[in-house]
């Protein structure tokens, strides 16, 4: 089942701040970790999934830490939140079938087209919303 728990946030606030420093060079994890109150050794397993998604790459070393593996308008929200939640599902396919089905459908894929936003689009937002 799809819920956006502190992961799914806590993943998406660490994409944001790797996407405002797109180009800049690696991250490190308390530069993230820190401002956002996110717990350090959290952050560094949710960076570790994201990495094993192909999102974000590690560098290693003094200068080392995490940088967008794409351009943050090829990286859209929906691939983020499932590389940490999982699939986008509203019923369970356990549950599905029966006279809503068309409805459930429906419903999975207008919130996928929602979050088929993309990074800088996120990012851009956020910006305008001061």
Do not use: C
């Not at 660490?14 to 820190?34: F, K, N, S």
Request: no cysteine; aromatic share 6%.
């Amino acid at each position: 089942m799809f819920t956006i728990s502190a992961k799914g946030i806590y993943g998406l606030t660490a994409m944001i701040e790797l996407g405002t420093r797109y180009g800049q060079g690696p991250v490190q994890i308390r530069e993230i970790a820190g401002p956002n109150r996110i717990p350090q050794h959290y952050l560094e397993q949710i960076l570790v999934a994201m990495k094993k998604a192909g999102l974000v790459e590690s560098f290693r070393g003094v200068q080392g830490g995490y940088a967008l593996a794409a351009h943050p308008a090829k990286i859209p929200i929906l691939e983020i939140l499932t590389s940490l939640e999982g699939r986008l599902e509203i019923v369970s396919d356990q549950k599905r079938g029966g006279p809503l089905e068309f409805f459930w459908s429906h419903l999975e894929r207008e919130i996928s087209s929602l979050l088929d936003l993309s990074l800088e689009e996120l990012i851009t937002r956020r910006e305008r919303a001061g």
